[in-house]
Structure formats: structure tokens, C-alpha cells
């Protein structure tokens, strides 16, 4: 299911190359038109980030947080 004509992949953690085989290979079907297995990761859109203009700001906030308790 693309809209507007875009796929994507995402949610790479550092488990790295096999992960993004696999993401790629899945998203080639896809685009190919072929049957891909019916999961929820394949099949559910991302989801909804509030206030994403602030997502890195968040993001340093809580770094700077788990800085301090692995101090602890």
C-alpha cells in the first residue's frame, strides 16, 4: 500500500545489515506487486508524532536525562 507513490523503511536500531536486507527485499515485492506476508510491521502506517518539530529537541532532552542516571 503506497500512498502518493512513496515506500519507505525504517526503524533500523543497529541490528544493521540483516534487518535492512530483509526491509529492502520486502519493499521490492511490494513495489513489484508481489504478496508479502500479512504482518502488522508491513502493513501499518507510521505512526503520529505530536509536535515532530520539536523530535530532536525531545530527543536531546532525553539523552542529557539517561546521561544522568547512568551517573547514578
Given amino acids: 500500500n503506497f500512498d502518493n507513490n512513496i515506500g519507505y523503511i525504517l526503524g533500523y536500531c543497529g541490528a544493521g545489515l ?18 508479502i506476508p500479512n504482518l502488522p510491521l508491513y502493513n501499518t502506517p507510521l505512526p503520529y508524532i505530536p509536535l515532530p518539530k520539536f523530535r530532536r529537541l525531545g530527543q536531546l532532552a532525553y ?6 542516571l547512568d551517573k547514578l
Fill in 63 to 68: 539523552y542529557q536525562y539517561a546521561t544522568v
Fill in 18 to 35: 540483516s534487518f535492512s536486507a530483509q526491509a529492502a527485499f520486502r519493499l521490492a515485492q511490494q513495489i513489484a506487486g508481489q504478496k
